[in-house]
């Protein structure tokens, strides 16, 4: 098979994977609210933790993680190259965030991102995920940890894992600045004082 066309094929695949919003498909099925006009507009989990409570927002988690460590994971199993894994996993947050099925408007990808950095490097992959963790219990903000976690990664892999290598340096700073840019309304808040902190309800009108 061609190189172009096994990229394409791992590329698409995880797309279409990463595409599907496990916080749509759960308040669909509970009867909840649709998730585009409330709170903050997002299908992730942070959004659905607010907006639906603690049980669903934990299940969204580990949906749009799985489905990550599935793109990831599988393509690793498959192929043994890790281009392949780094398109997978790009491919799937992608997807994440503006997802085919939804009208291209879905979450910001933290959660599947933790899931790519994870079968990447499960070293610093698990160091960047511990320090969005201490991160979010000093400061009660999630956007603020799931920044420093993704922009942490990709020092972390420059350093030490990409080798001098640009492709691979490139791919994790593009994974962070995914992460800031889907943050970026929560940039301003945080600026103004006006950021939700962990805990807090959300309105069930767009804010």
């Known amino acids: ?10 590329a698409v695949a995880s797309y279409c994977l990463g595409s599907i919003s496990v916080g749509i498909l759960l ?18 989990a942070s959004n659905v933790l607010r907006t639906m409570g603690t049980k669903m927002g934990v299940i969204t988690l580990l949906g749009d993680f799985l489905k990550a460590v599935i793109a990831c994971g599988v393509t690793q199993l498959i192929t043994h190259d890790r281009t392949c894994v780094m398109i997978a996993g790009l491919a799937c947050v992608i997807g994440h965030n503006w997802p085919i099925y939804h009208g291209f408007a879905g979450g910001k990808g933290v959660s599947s991102s933790c899931g ?9 992959g698990g160091i960047s995920i511990l320090a969005a963790i201490a991160v979010i219990a000093l400061t009660r903000f999630i956007s603020l940890g799931s920044m420093v976690m993704l922009v942490l990664f990709a020092i972390l892999v420059t350093i030490f894992v990409a080798d001098g290598s640009f492709l691979v340096i490139a791919w994790a700073f593009l994974l962070a600045a995914i992460c800031i840019w889907r943050h970026r309304s929560n940039i301003q808040r945080l600026i103004a004082g006006k950021e939700r902190k962990i805990g807090q309800k959300e309105k069930t009108s767009q804010s």
Do not use: A
């Not at 098979?1 to 791992?10: A, D, E, F, Q, R």
């Not at 790519?116 to 610093?124: D, E, N, Q």
């Open 1 to 10: 098979m061609p190189t172009w066309l096994l990229y394409t094929i791992i």
């Open 116 to 124: 790519v950095m994870l079968v990447f490097s499960p070293l610093y």
């Open 27 to 44: 308040s669909r099925y509970h009867g909840g609210p649709d998730l585009h006009t409330v709170g903050s507009g997002s299908t992730g």
